[in-house]
Every structure is written in structure tokens, then in C-alpha cells.
């Protein structure tokens, strides 16, 4: 089945500074990667996603980069606020299975 | 207002009880996914479910039962079988193949 490998698994930025998460995956048939946010004690929220036809997606001040070649995608928050402050999943869809697969998460943690 | 609803927020379950947590839809979507987190853990998938009267095993399914009846709803029965189920239980829909997951806001079971 697929595996997901996510890290870091904790990251800590000062306020305005870039943070950069990335994942793999082990299966090719997946073709859709989402982000997801969890705010403390809340439920995850669709940040970002995108489809393995395209390499890179921004809306804002995030953006998305994948390489179905390497099997990784990787998310990038610009200019990073303290209420970017979350656990971050990245998860691979696969069509065939009808299911994502989840990464273990990054603790990102914004400093004022 | 659309949305997923999971009830209750808390519960608590007594040693050789089988409890039910509730998760109910009006997205109309026609996929449906039980999900449980441990702290520090990324989400490892129960049981899913694609259409109605139809559900498949996840990763960690062992003590742990779904029905699907009706579109709109997907309970999850914890079993006695299930010997750690202490977690924090996510519930999630999505329309189809193109689409992330909506979260429900989550069940938090403890064994007392």
C-alpha cells in the first residue's frame, strides 16, 4: 500500500521568515496531494492540494510543488504569521484505492 | 449550514463496552471515511466507505465495525475487541475523487 513520509516532524520560524515542509510517496497510482491545517484541538481544514498533472500551485502566501518523477511534493508558507501556527498533514490520494494516505504531521510553531 | 457532525464531543467507555460514535453529513457526498489520531500521530484510516451499503477495511480495522444505510450517515462502533481504543476519532466525507476530505470536529473516547 502507500506510505507517506513527511518531515520535519516539528518547526519552529521567527514571524516573516519561510517554512518549508515536504513529503513522499511510494505509490505512482496516487494523483492527489492535499494539505491539510490542524489548529490546536480542532479538526484538520483542506489548506491546499494539487493534481499530479501540474507541478506547482500558489494561493497566496502558500504554495505547492510536486515531482511525480522523485515521488515528492512540498509545501511553502511565505512571510509566516503567528497564526500560521498549526500541525500541517500532507496526504496522497489514490483513485484506485478510493483513499489518502496521511503523513505523521509538522508541529509548525511561529515565533513573534 | 452544511456540514459533518460527529456527537458526541466526549465519551467515555468502561472496560468490555462497545460504544458508538456518531457522524452524520448533509454535503450530500458519497464518500465517507473514519479516521483516529494519537497524539503526536499522523491520521490512520478505519473503515471507508464509497457508496451506500458498501464499506472497506482500512489500515487499522481490527476492533472496530461501520455500517452505511443511508448517504447522509456512518457510525463507527468501537468493539470490546479493540484494546487501546483511547484517541481522538476524526470523521471525514468527500464528493468524489476530486475533491479533500470535509472534517468532522472529532470524538474524543477514553477507557475509564
Known amino acids: 500500500g502507500e506510505n507517506v513520509e513527511q518531515h520535519p516532524s516539528t518547526l519552529s520560524v521567527q514571524e516573516g521568515d519561510s517554512a518549508v515542509i515536504k513529503c513522499t510517496y511510494s505509490?505512482?497510482?496516487?494523483?492527489?496531494f492535499p494539505w491539510y491545517k490542524q489548529e490546536l484541538g480542532k479538526r484538520p481544514q483542506l489548506i491546499i492540494d494539487?493534481?499530479?498533472?501540474?507541478g506547482e500551485k500558489k494561493d497566496q502566501r502558500i504554495a505547492v510543488t510536486l515531482n511525480k518523477t522523485a515521488k515528492h511534493f512540498s509545501l511553502h508558507i511565505t512571510e509566516t504569521q503567528p497564526e500560521d501556527s498549526a500541525v500541517y498533514f500532507c496526504a496522497a490520494y489514490n483513485t484506485n484505492a478510493g483513499k489518502s494516505t496521511f503523513g505523521d504531521g509538522t508541529t509548525l510553531t511561529v515565533k513573534p | 449550514d452544511g456540514g459533518i457532525t460527529q456527537s458526541p464531543k466526549y465519551l467515555f467507555r468502561k472496560e468490555g463496552q462497545n460504544v458508538t460514535l456518531s457522524c452524520e453529513q448533509n454535503l450530500n457526498h458519497d464518500a465517507m471515511y473514519w479516521y483516529r489520531q494519537d497524539p503526536g500521530q499522523g491520521l490512520r484510516l478505519i473503515y471507508y466507505?464509497?457508496?451506500?451499503?458498501?464499506?472497506q477495511k482500512g489500515d487499522i480495522a481490527e476492533g472496530y465495525s461501520v455500517s452505511r444505510e443511508k448517504k447522509e450517515s456512518f457510525p463507527l462502533t468501537v468493539t470490546s475487541a479493540q484494546k487501546n481504543p483511547t484517541a481522538f476519532y476524526l470523521c471525514?466525507?468527500?464528493?468524489?475523487?476530486?475533491?479533500?476530505?470535509?472534517f468532522g470536529s472529532g470524538t474524543r473516547l477514553t477507557v475509564v
Open positions: 505509490d505512482s497510482a496516487s494523483n492527489y
Open positions: 494539487i493534481r499530479s498533472n501540474v
Open positions: 471525514a466525507s468527500s464528493a468524489d475523487r476530486r475533491y479533500g476530505y470535509t
Open positions: 466507505s464509497q457508496i451506500v451499503n458498501d464499506f
